[in-house]
């Protein structure tokens, strides 16, 4: 079991950058694959993030991101400090919402429903 918690939410302008942070307990966190996912008010919760486990130097698929992020989000894993990062740059106000990291233990899977474990979330509010 892991527990996952995040930081580094808050308010911004449009066009400024936020880095979230998820620090994850236990001893098999390279082992997870890892995503952020959002849920803005009224809306249902979407991945924006995924990258795969990377045990041992092996590593399952690349970083996925929907269209939506894409060239702006930068999610990343420091499997020594068991954190996984989103850098989220020229952000929007539709990229208002709360943010959420989650782990899943199985193979790289961007199906929010195989993602196990949640941390309680953090607020990312974009000013425009």
């Known amino acids: 079991q892991v527990q996952l918690v995040e930081s580094g939410g808050g308010l911004v302008q449009a066009g400024g950058s936020l880095r979230l942070s998820c620090a994850a307990s236990?001893?098999?966190?390279?082992?997870?694959?890892m995503g952020w996912f959002r849920q803005a008010p009224g809306k249902e919760r979407e991945l924006v993030a995924a990258i795969g486990r990377s045990d041992g130097g092996r590593s399952d698929a690349s970083p996925y991101y929907p269209d939506s992020v894409k060239g702006r989000f930068t999610i990343s894993r420091d499997n020594a400090k068991n954190t996984v990062y989103l850098q989220m740059n020229s952000l929007k106000p539709e990229d208002t919402a709360v943010y959420y990291c989650a782990a899943a233990s199985s193979i790289f899977t961007t199906t929010r429903e195989r993602y196990a474990y949640w941390g309680q979330g953090t607020q990312v509010t974009v000013s425009s």
């Open positions: 236990g001893r098999t966190f390279s082992t997870y694959t």
